[in-house]
């Protein structure tokens, strides 16, 4: 210990694995302690110098990162067992938590690429299922688009912040890792996706169709948004832990978002046993 | 018949906003990006987009103002048709983000709100929270996945640009790129290659931007013959939270809706900022600027900022330069409805609430005005002609830059909230153009013909990228390299220049250059070697730092966000009314003389050794004559009056 009570240096743990289908393994790097540092400046300085604590010189750790300001995403992982954003995990508040020491593992949801990289496409395949887009006609000039109450924008807007970062998946029990491995090789994009859309949707995307639907143009697509929630993978298959709403780093409210999914697709079945 | 394509290079709102266009056009595009397009820069920005709107217009204010705002604030370095162009556009585009879903801030009677920002006197700007880019990306991305899913679009995500690909009569026929993952180095034949790859904050180390912000993508293009323009300017932003890994950004929008820079009288005064009174505090901008208060255009609130913290020391913080950003006085339900994101990233990072405790904040790197050059084509009308296939091409055929990257709009310095406006205008306005260009060429560069072509420029790369793997360990460490540079460009090339310095820097950055190209890797692998990639990255990071670093030695001027205390021109002082006419006088005369030789945009080109090499073009000021740009100058009334006389007609 330093006289300002902070640690001279701290040991970070971090589960590494070269490539698909490689076993992992624990690594220990030794970080002199700075002041302002986060798990991305720990990262940094590890990548500059790869050596272990017990002086093995290895390979610098790969990760993901973009904004460094807990906007884009990029850089989710689990840091001391809690699915977050490197960026804004900051040290001094880890080693209160848990002194001396920082744990980082990969998401275990996604397949691995690399150490701390991981595949993340199912995600954004899942906003393709829900039709998370709003179907309007032209980029041309048509005018505003409909006028909406400030009770409207501020109902929508915490949704919209939604960065597909998929902390809410790692922490679902219902979104299960989809294997893909039984492809072999050359998955094919078609092959990959039908797997996905086998598979849970996951919270974001049902909150984005949610978005959507709440939304005047968005509505006229509402029955599609509806029907993709309802089928195999769909809204069904959220066991309503509720762990999601927990770990989302813009708190959106995931669960409102399905307990509305919930009502408006069993409005859904009814109506359509009717029409038909 | 024969198959042509576009290749778009960058994913955030110029990219995108061109992808989507393009698509509805129906022209085959693909869109190739570092990150998930979702997760590109664009996401940082925060506070807003400028357009007139039924407001402002009620206030007197038009087009043809937010123009003038736009040309006097970048101190008239920028070509003003396309500036007209855009700004003729502003409205439209709003609407149309409007309809896309974009959630931006509502009256009680359910319009569009609005706030103001720097360098104007109108409330331009439209908002979405604090989030606006992060919110207008979003829905340019839903929209982009929109078309892949209906077959439209292909996306080639986590990819790096290593170059043009040039046949033997200079046309660009494509690009080849690297996997991050795999490694794989290949070709992609394209008609047209638009670089939408943003600025170049990287080379300063710390700055707002992005980690993807290296400037490669540009630097690539530099390097295969294209022209970079007015390099030298950088602006600096006077908010920003300073931090170990990344200078984070303080929108404007903190000063737009209230938001008040101060310091104590006392220097570092001990007490909390919230216990020292009124009329103990110096609220510096307010009472210099009487006019426009905290929202004086950027390079002066930042030159300001700087000033009082290293000139008079009154910094707040005896450990490190930086001044207070108050919002103290703003009710809390109001602070959190039209500024949450950025003050919850503000409390997140430095762990106190800006609601209830001021906030600390210095000047940071934050965009890059000059860019790629690129051309255009008038109009009669002194806007931009529709469709044509010179607008914003470089002076490669066949490659284009959008967005930040190129150098259009912002001149010497770039209003707040015109960036997210000259990204999503640029994508959208190039389309048809490109579509014109497409048809007439008269074949495709996916034609067996350009095989070769393809397969050689591969080739090459590859050997580059092998040898690379090769190399011997124990060289110099390129991360150690990049704090380097980083320092050096920070301490030269910013806030104030000054020729001894960026001579120096030269040097220095030379000799990096040098030592940069034998530096070792910590990683061999052929497989995610983030190492590799970020190390050719470096290297790339070269030509540019080099060509703002001459561009800012030879502008002998100030301009913008490039000031050189030897050649300022200071004010009137004397009190003497017949004296005072008379400096006035030399004064104008002097500015006149100044921008004979320096209205002009820097070029610079790479020579055979790789260094850069620069040429002068006279801008096109034919909308709004140059006039002295005077805010806050002591004696600015006496100028402006003598300026009118000279120039009565
Ligand atoms: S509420 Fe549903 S989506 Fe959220 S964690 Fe639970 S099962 Fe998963
Ligand atoms: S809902 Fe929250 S946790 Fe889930 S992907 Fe979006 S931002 Fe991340
Ligand atoms: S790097 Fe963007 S969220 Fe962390």
């Given at each position: 210990m330093t006289t300002s009570g902070k640690p001279a240096s701290f040991e970070v743990r971090i589960l590494r694995q070269?490539?698909?289908g490689e076993p992992s393994r624990w690594e220990r790097f030794r970080v002199p302690y700075e002041t302002d540092m986060n798990v991305i400046s720990v990262l940094q300085k590890i990548a500059a110098n790869p050596r272990t604590i017990d002086g093995r010189d290895v390979a610098p750790v790969a990760w993901e990162s973009n904004c460094l300001e807990e906007v884009?995403?990029?850089?989710?992982?689990?840091?001391?067992?809690?699915?977050?954003?490197?960026?804004s995990a900051l040290v001094d508040q880890l080693l209160a938590d848990r002194p001396g020491e920082i744990e980082l593992r990969p998401m275990s949801k996604f397949p691995v690429y690399r150490d701390l990289v991981v595949d993340r496409q199912r995600l954004f395949r899942s906003l393709v299922r829900v039709r998370a887009w709003l179907p309007i006609d032209d980029y041309s000039d048509r005018?505003?688009?409909p006028r909406q109450s400030q009770a409207e924008q501020e109902q929508a807007y915490p949704l919209t912040e939604c960065m597909s970062c998929g902390c809410c998946l790692e922490a679902c029990p219902q979104f299960q890792k989809v294997d893909l491995s039984e492809y072999g090789e050359g998955t094919s994009d078609e092959q990959r996706n039908a797997a996905f859309d086998r598979s849970f949707l996951g919270a974001h995307a049902i909150s984005q169709a949610m978005l959507f639907n709440g939304h005047p143009i968005g509505k006229t697509s509402a029955a599609e948004r509806l029907d993709a929630l309802m089928a195999e993978g769909g809204i069904q298959v959220c066991g309503n832990a509720q762990n999601c709403v927990a770990v989302c780093?813009?708190?959106?409210?995931?669960?409102?978002?399905?307990?509305?999914?919930?009502r408006a697709t069993t409005i859904h079945t009814i109506k359509k046993f009717f029409d038909h | 018949m024969f198959q042509q394509r576009v290749l778009i290079v960058g994913g955030g709102l110029a990219g995108l906003a061109a992808s989507m266009k393009l698509a509805e056009l129906g022209v085959q595009t693909s869109v190739m990006s570092l990150t998930p397009v979702k997760r590109s820069h664009s996401v940082c920005a925060q506070g807003g987009i400028n357009s007139v709107n039924e407001l402002t217009r009620q206030e007197g204010d038009s087009e043809w103002l937010h123009l003038d705002d736009t040309v006097y604030g970048g101190d008239f370095l920028q070509h003003q048709p396309p500036v007209k162009e855009m700004v003729d556009w502003g409205p439209r585009i709003i609407d149309l983000m409007d309809r896309l879903g974009v959630p931006f801030n509502r009256t009680p009677e359910g319009f569009r709100d609005q706030r103001r920002f720097g360098g104007t006197l109108?409330?331009?700007t439209a908002f979405a929270g604090a989030t606006t880019g992060q919110q207008l990306l979003y829905a340019l991305d839903e929209q982009v996945r929109r078309w892949q899913s209906a077959g439209r679009i292909a996306m080639v995500e986590g990819w790096d640009f290593l170059g043009p690909i040039l046949d033997d009569q200079g046309r660009c026929r494509g690009a080849v790129a690297q996997n991050l993952i795999t490694m794989e180095i290949r070709p992609f034949p394209a008609d047209v290659v638009v670089l939408a790859t943003g600025g170049c904050g990287l080379i300063f180390g710390r700055s707002t931007m992005s980690m993807a912000s290296t400037g490669s993508a540009a630097s690539r293009a530099v390097q295969a013959g294209a022209r970079y323009a007015n390099g030298e300017f950088i602006q600096v932003h006077p908010t920003a939270i300073p931090g170990a890994d990344k200078l984070r950004l303080m929108s404007e929008s903190a000063r737009g809706e209230g938001g008040r820079v101060w310091v104590?009288?006392?220097?570092?005064?001990?007490?909390?900022?919230r216990d020292i009174p009124e009329n103990e505090r110096y609220y510096f901008l307010e009472e210099r600027y009487p006019t426009y208060g905290n929202l004086v255009p950027r390079d002066i609130a930042t030159r300001e900022i700087f000033d009082?913290?290293?000139?008079?020391?009154?910094?707040?913080?005896p450990e490190k330069p930086c001044v207070y950003l108050d919002l103290t006085h703003i009710p809390r339900d109001e602070l959190d409805r039209k500024l949450g994101g950025i003050l919850r990233i503000y409390e997140k990072f430095q762990g106190v609430d800006p609601r209830e405790v001021p906030m600390k904040i210095f000047p940071a790197v934050h965009y890059s005005m000059g860019g790629l050059w690129v051309d255009y084509e008038r109009s009669a009308s002194g806007g931009l002609a529709k469709g044509s296939p010179k607008t914003h091409q470089t002076n490669i055929p066949g490659l284009y830059a959008i967005g930040e990257c190129d150098y259009h709009y912002h001149g010497a310095n770039r209003l707040g909230a015109n960036s997210l406006l000259s990204c999503i205008f640029s994508g959208l306005f190039v389309a048809p153009g490109i579509q014109s260009m497409l048809g007439s060429l008269s074949d495709s560069a996916s034609d067996a013909k350009y095989d070769p072509l393809m397969q050689s420029a591969q080739a090459d790369h590859q050997k580059s990228h092998d040898k690379w793997l090769q190399r011997d360990i124990g060289g110099d460490n390129p991360y150690l390299i990049h704090l380097e540079l980083g320092q050096i460009m920070t301490s030269a090339a910013t806030v104030v220049r000054h020729n001894r310095t960026i001579t120096e820097a030269i040097e220095k950055v030379n000799e990096l250059a040098e030592r940069a190209k034998k530096c070792s890797l910590s990683d061999r692998g052929n497989w995610t070697n983030q190492n590799v990639i970020f190390t050719k990255a470096l290297i790339d990071m070269f030509?540019?730092?080099?060509?703002i670093l001459h561009g800012a030695l030879a502008r002998d001027e100030c301009r913008g966000a490039h000031y050189k205390p030897e050649f300022d021109m200071p004010g009137i002082e004397s009190d003497d009314p017949a004296e005072r006419h008379r400096q006035a006088e030399e004064w104008c005369t002097k500015f006149e003389e100044k921008n004979k030789k320096w209205l002009k945009t820097t070029i610079a080109v790479l020579d055979g050794k790789g260094e850069p090499s620069l040429g002068y073009e006279e801008v096109d000021i034919s909308l709004i004559p140059p006039r002295p740009r005077l805010y806050g100058l002591v004696g600015a009334e006496i100028i402006e009056e003598v300026w009118k006389e000279q120039h009565a007609h």
């Open positions: 070269d490539a698909p884009c995403g990029a850089c989710t992982m689990v840091i001391n067992g809690r699915v977050r954003q490197a960026c005018g505003p688009g780093p813009k708190e959106i409210p995931l669960t409102t978002s399905i307990a509305r999914a919930g | 109108h409330k331009r104590p009288r006392t220097p570092q005064d001990p007490r909390p900022p009082i913290c290293v000139n008079d020391g009154l910094s707040v913080d030509p540019l730092a080099k060509a």
